[in-house]
């Protein structure tokens, strides 16, 4: 394990004289929502993460957490039921898979509860939750890594819990194996090309012609570079390679071997490097199809947050006339070109719904609205359409605390939860997609 370089600057506070570790005996009752164990230590609670439910356990307390305590797990003394061997030996290690020593049912009852409890919370206690969809584990498509380049060594990964200390991984369990592959080569390549005392990430996508490579490094490249990356990329059988400098709007395309095409409902895209895509294809496919039902024959739907057109271009392929509205100008472009391809017509625009959400009297004239917007949820947005009050609300979202809180202002309109579905795309994780379909009255 490495520290990234700049997270802790040496010398900026001075060492506290060290206290003794304090040791505590508890026994875990329940899963918190971020996946770690909940004991009570007199008045307080504790957060012990890698524990469940009937685990006795001694733990090192670390500090405040929120209104309890942190605590690091020292030992089990004796295990709950339910319990299981982790499958990955990065287990602990890695901050990606935290719930490895639950048993199925133990975990899918706890991942689908962090929606219902979420959805209490906001008063919205009696709603039809369908099953939960799952992916399986090396399935998932596109994994970002960070990468730190150190006197001897490239240090190439996940980061730790908490922390921007860089696990360094040879394989991921959840990955689709072509990546899971690329990561030796990967990281000789870095080694080569990037001097010692950087820092970045890289951004990996399977696409039907191969891997889709964005670096995104401030290292400045020079001819000699760029070379060695383009030798590499025709080595590896590449279908894009790209360069970015943080904080520059500017990718090099370092090698442009194939078109990196994923497809929607059949229909080929070229996404931007590194642009968000759903994290695999069979959990983006069950949402389209979730999405496609709920709106059903509506004739005019809006597509709010909507990416690459994952969900309008299938909308407009059956028949309804899509208006895609996404805050980044190039998946729109990407839409736009995918749709001409198909000889498709919709509507697009470039909008911050965060600060511009489309206003209820421009979304009248839909009848259909579907929205799927990054972890901060869409409050603004929802406003409006509690407002303008169109016959379908579908809403898909990746946070289960920001859905119950856009969800309850919908409701309060007068909007019904017909159903909300749980879908599970980062297994062993306490992240949770779902996806809500509303009806008016
Ligand atoms: C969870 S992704 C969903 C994309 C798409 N529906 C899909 O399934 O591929 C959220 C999308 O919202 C866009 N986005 C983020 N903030 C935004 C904002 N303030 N206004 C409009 N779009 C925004 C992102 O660029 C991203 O494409």
């Known amino acids: 394990m490495i520290k990234k370089k700049n997270i802790r600057s040496?010398?900026?506070?001075?060492?506290?004289?060290?206290s003794p570790p304090r040791l505590v005996e508890v026994e875990i009752t329940a899963i918190g929502a971020r996946g770690d164990g909940v004991a009570r230590l007199g008045d307080d609670q504790v957060f012990v993460p890698f524990t469940l439910p009937g685990d006795k356990v001694?733990?090192?307390?670390?500090?405040?957490?929120?209104?309890?305590?942190?605590?690091?797990?020292?030992?089990?003394?004796?295990?709950?039921?339910?319990?299981?061997?982790?499958?990955c030996p990065h287990y602990r290690r890695c901050g990606g898979c935290s719930l490895q020593h639950l048993d199925d049912d133990l975990y899918a009852t706890w991942k689908r509860d962090l929606l219902v409890t979420q959805l209490a919370r906001q008063g919205l206690g009696d709603i039809a939750f369908g099953d939960m969809l799952r992916v399986p584990p090396g399935s998932r498509r596109r994994a970002v890594f960070a990468v730190h380049r150190s006197k001897g060594a490239t240090h190439l990964g996940y980061n730790a819990r908490a922390s921007h200390t860089i696990v360094d991984l040879d394989d991921c369990l959840l990955l689709e194996r072509p990546i899971a592959a690329f990561l030796a080569p990967?990281?000789?390549?870095?080694?080569e090309t990037v001097p010692a005392g950087e820092d970045g990430d890289v951004t990996v996508t399977l696409t039907e012609n191969g891997l889709d490579v964005l670096v995104e490094m401030d290292a400045r490249l020079d001819l000699f570079d760029?070379?060695?990356?383009?030798?590499?990329?025709?080595?590896?059988?590449?279908?894009?390679?790209?360069?970015?400098?943080?904080?520059?709007?500017?990718?090099?395309?370092?090698?442009?071997?194939?078109?990196?095409?994923?497809r929607f409902a059949e229909m080929p895209i070229e996404p931007p490097p590194g642009n968000f895509l759903q994290p695999t294809?069979?959990?983006?496919?069950?949402?389209?199809?979730?999405?496609a039902e709920a709106v059903g024959a509506a004739k005019s739907v809006a597509d709010l947050y909507c990416g690459c057109g994952s969900f309008s271009l299938p909308l407009t392929r059956s028949g309804a006339h899509v208006h895609a509205v996404e805050g980044d100008e190039a998946?729109?472009?990407?839409?736009?070109?995918?749709?001409?391809?198909?000889?498709?017509?919709l509507t697009t625009e470039v909008r911050d719904l965060a600060r511009r959400p489309l206003l209820a009297h421009e979304?009248?004239?839909?009848?259909?609205?579907?929205?799927?917007?990054?972890?901060?949820?869409?409050q603004a947005q929802a406003e409006q359409l509690a407002e303008a009050g169109p016959a379908v609300?579908?809403?898909?979202?990746?946070?289960?605390?920001?859905?119950?809180?856009?969800?309850?202002?919908?409701?309060k309109a007068g909007y019904r939860v017909e159903t909300v579905t749980p879908i599970d795309q980062f297994p062993y994780s306490p992240h949770l997609e779902a996806l809500a379909v509303l009806r008016r009255g």
């Open 363 to 378: 979304l009248k004239k839909y009848q259909a609205v579907v929205f799927d917007p990054p972890r901060a949820g869409a």
């Open 331 to 345: 998946p729109i472009r990407v839409l736009e070109a995918a749709a001409n391809q198909a000889g498709l017509k």
């Open 393 to 411: 609300v579908v809403a898909v979202s990746c946070n289960p605390a920001t859905l119950a809180r856009d969800l309850a202002i919908l409701v």
């Open 281 to 291: 294809q069979g959990g983006e496919q069950a949402i389209a199809k979730l999405v």
């Open 58 to 87: 001694v733990a090192r307390i670390e500090g405040k957490r929120g209104d309890g305590l942190a605590a690091a797990l020292v030992e089990v003394t004796e295990a709950g039921s339910g319990r299981v061997a982790p499958p």
């Open 10 to 18: 040496p010398g900026r506070a001075k060492p506290r004289p060290a």
């Open 226 to 262: 760029r070379e060695k990356l383009a030798a590499f990329a025709d080595a590896t059988d590449l279908a894009r390679l790209s360069w970015r400098r943080p904080g520059s709007g500017f990718v090099e395309p370092i090698a442009r071997r194939k078109p990196a095409l994923v």
């Open 186 to 191: 990967l990281r000789s390549i870095l080694t």
